[in-house]
Structures are given as C-alpha cells and as structure tokens.
C-alpha cells in the first residue's frame, strides 16, 4: 500500500531517510497529465511524493473550489500503481492554522493573463507552493507546462528566495485531438468536448499566423473570432507574448522565445492551453 502522510511529523520522518526527492504538487483529480509529471520524477529521484491538497486560497468565492472533483481513493490507486513512495494530504488546519497571516507576492510575471482574470490566484499559488516546498524539501519539484504562467511565477519565487529546489517543467499531456488533460475537463458534456477540441488548433494557427508577419493585434483578433465561431461562449485571452515577462506587446521580437496561450469558456467551463512558438 502506498504511505498516506497527513502530518508533518511523518513527513519529516520520510525525508529525512529519503535521498533524492522528486516532488509532484497537485490537487488531486488525478489523470495522465500528473501521471507523466510522476514518470518525469521516477526518472531522476529515488523518493517520490506527491501532495494532493485543494487550496482554497488559489479559488475566488464565485469558481468551483466547492465543486472541484475529489477522487482521493482512485487517485492512491493510480499513483501506487505508479511506484510513487508517497501521497502527501496535509490537512487544512496544517496548511492555513488560525492566526495565518503570511502570504507570498510574486510581481510582474504574475501581473498579465491569469492574473488580470483571477487576481487572487498566484498569491494563492505562490504561498502553497513555497509551504509545500518547505514541508517536502524535495530536491526537484515538477509542475506542468499546461498551467506555463504558473510555472513561470513559481520559477521566479524560488529564483527569488533561493529556495534550494530545481523546477522541472513537464511539457503538456494531451489527448489524441491534441486536448490539454486537465482535472476541468471532468466538467465538459459530450458537445462541449468537440469545441474544446479546437482549442489547440487555434494556437497552432497563431503561431502560424505570428510567422507570417501578422501584428500581435490581428493574430489575437483572428483567434478570437475563430474561438467564438467554433462555439466558445467566451474568450478571457488569446494571444502571444514573450516567455521572460508574459507582458503585452505591440510588435513581436522574433529572437525572444514566445509561448502563445489560450483562455476561454464553454458555458461555466473555463479552459486554458499554451504552447511553445
Ligand atoms: O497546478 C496545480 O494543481 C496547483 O495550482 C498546485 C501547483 C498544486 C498548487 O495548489
């Protein structure tokens, strides 16, 4: 059976015979995404733990915190079956105790995007994660590039703090149409699982739409306009910007590495992928 760690006691106890720790953070709602985040860390560490904690701070009081799917006995199973040494499940009282009152800021990359859309949720991110980070003491930590902004933020914190964990980004899991695997896609009926299917081709076409010499301003006009005819009922951001700052630009610099990134909605359902240009 795979060890169920809910305290820090027990925790501490694991790392402290562990050598070489290779952590994966999640909320649980377990599919082949985390899975290929797990597979990353079995190939490089000897102990490997992964959390799973829904955390509040990262949902604002109108998104599905109540509602996000909680399938912590199938998610076990999975990741025992994956040779994974432990499941880490910290309880809310150990992550956020009465009196809590720390909370971590990461500026500028976390400014754009998300975080015109969901302000509350890189400092809810940044704060778990650093806590996670410092329960766990793993020496790489693994994050997906599905959530790329989030990857981005949590590299400058620990850059910034000189936390002593490398981050190991894990390209994005996908179906066989190319779909992001995302816990979300629980969410989706049968005909929205068509329209979500489009997303990655519109940023495939960006970035085509980008090579050819198109202005940031008309290749985020065509993927609008591509999104809300293949049936997206609305569209928070679709657009290209460089990787280092994630900040709107007016014309691109095509020596910089780029990452075109997508969000939108099908009914409440909200949806994001990025990929690489
Ligand atoms: O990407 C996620 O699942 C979450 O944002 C994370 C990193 C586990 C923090 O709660």
Redesign the pocket.
């Known amino acids: 059976m795979i060890k169920r760690i809910e305290t820090l006691q027990d925790l501490r106890a694991l790392v402290r015979q562990s050598e070489r720790i290779g952590f994966v953070?999640?909320?649980g709602a377990l599919h082949d995404g985390?899975l290929s985040l797990v597979r990353a860390a079995k190939e490089v560490c000897d102990t490997v733990i992964v959390?799973i904690?829904?955390?509040p701070t990262?949902f604002a009081p109108h998104e599905d915190f109540a509602s996000y799917p909680r399938t912590v006995e199938k998610d076990c199973a999975l990741l025992e079956a994956a040779g994974v040494t432990a499941v880490y499940m910290p309880p809310v009282s150990l992550m956020y105790p009465d009196g809590f009152a720390t909370s971590i800021t990461v500026d500028g990359v976390s400014r754009y995007l998300e975080g015109e859309f969901r302000p509350h949720?890189f400092q809810?991110?940044a704060t778990?994660?650093a806590k996670?980070l410092l329960h766990v003491l793993p020496d790489k930590a693994f994050?997906?590039e599905?959530?790329f902004q989030?990857l981005q933020v949590?590299r400058r914190m620990v850059d910034d703090l000189n936390m002593p964990v490398e981050i190991v980004p894990v390209p994005t899991a996908r179906d066989e149409y190319g779909l992001a695997l995302s816990?979300r896609n629980a969410y989706l009926f049968p005909d929205h699982m068509i329209i979500a299917r489009s997303l990655n081709k519109v940023l495939d076409a960006m970035i085509v739409d980008m090579q050819s010499g198109l202005s940031p301003k008309d290749v985020e006009t065509r993927a609008r306009d591509t999104l809300l005819k293949n049936g997206f009922d609305d569209v928070d951001y679709c657009t290209i910007r460089p990787c280092a700052t994630l900040a709107p630009v007016s014309s691109y610099n095509m020596h910089e590495p780029h990452r075109a990134l997508v969000a939108a909605r099908i009914g409440t359902t909200r949806l994001i992928d990025n990929k690489p240009v």
């Open positions: 953070p999640t909320m985390h959390s904690f829904v955390n990262q949720f809810g991110v778990v994660v996670l994050f997906g599905k959530d989030q949590i816990s």
